[in-house]
T-cell receptor, first 113, second 117 residues
Framework: GENVEQHPSTLSVQEGDSAVIKCTYSDSASNYFPWYKQELGKGPQLIIDIRSNVGEKKDQRIAVTLNKTAKHFSLHITETQPEDSAVYFCAASIAGSARQLTFGSGTQLTVLP | ETGVTQTPRHLVMGMTNKKSLKCEQHLGHNAMYWYKQSAKKPLELMFVYSLEERVENNSVPSRFSPECPNSSHLFLHLHTLQPEDSALYLC????????????????FGPGTRLTVL
């Protein structure tokens, strides 16, 4: 089955700096890669996703890149703010043929004021 | 809010108790999921329902019993739990990516924090 590895497990950045979280996946058939943000006491919230037919997607301060050849994808957050502090999860699935999302183990991001 | 609600938000139970977790989605989705989230571990998929039929059961112990009476409601019945079952239990919903051929983006509820004494 699919295996998703996520790094780093913890990340601290100064407010205003950029943060990068990386994930690798094992199944070359995977074609859908969502990112979730989980704040304390809440469930995971989808923040951005990317599909295998594109290499990069941006939404304001958040961007995701995908390298299908190397089987890795990354989340980039620019101009970080204290409210970006949360746990971030990457996931992978085979859209259209599988219901299961395989999640990474999460990254605790702390933005220091 | 994501359109997925869960009750109760917190639950403390003894190992001999029987309790139920409830999930409701207001998104018009046809698939619902139960996940277990333990500290320092990836989310673990427990059960998947599509059109009220259980379609996946990921080797979950029988002390966890799901029920999906309709496409908007999902329950997780708990009995004779162990302390290691203490965790955050998350419900999610989506359009079934297998039926619809789409991406199956999942939307999560806030979870039930379960403590087994």
């Amino acid at each position: 089955g699919e295996n998703v590895e996520q790094h780093p497990s913890t990340l601290s950045v100064q407010e205003g700096d950029s943060a990068v979280i990386k994930c690798t996946y094992s199944d070359s058939a995977s074609n859908y890669f969502p990112w979730y943000k989980q704040e304390l006491g809440k469930g995971p919230q989808l923040i951005i996703d990317i599909r295998s037919n594109v290499g990069e997607k941006k939404d304001q301060r958040i961007a995701v890149t995908l390298n299908k050849t190397a089987k890795h994808f990354s989340l980039h957050i620019t101009e970080t703010q204290p409210e970006d502090s949360a746990v971030y999860f990457c996931a992978a699935s085979i859209a259209g043929s599988a219901r299961q999302l395989t999640f990474g183990s999460g990254t605790q991001l702390t933005v220091l004021p | 809010e994501t359109g997925v609600t869960q009750t109760p938000r917190h639950l403390v139970m003894g190992m001999t108790n029987k309790k139920s977790l409830k999930c409701e989605q207001h998104l018009g989705h046809n698939a619902m999921y139960w996940y277990k989230q333990s500290a320092k571990k990836p989310l673990e998929l427990m059960f998947v329902y599509s059109l009220e039929e259980r379609v996946e059961n990921n080797s979950v112990p029988s002390r966890f019993s799901p029920e999906c009476p309709n496409s908007s409601h999902l329950f997780l019945h708990l009995h004779t739990l162990q302390p290691e079952d203490s965790a955050l239990y998350l419900c999610a919903s989506s359009q079934d990516p297998v039926l619809a051929g789409g991406w199956g983006t999942q939307y999560f509820g806030p979870g039930t924090r379960l403590t087994v004494l």
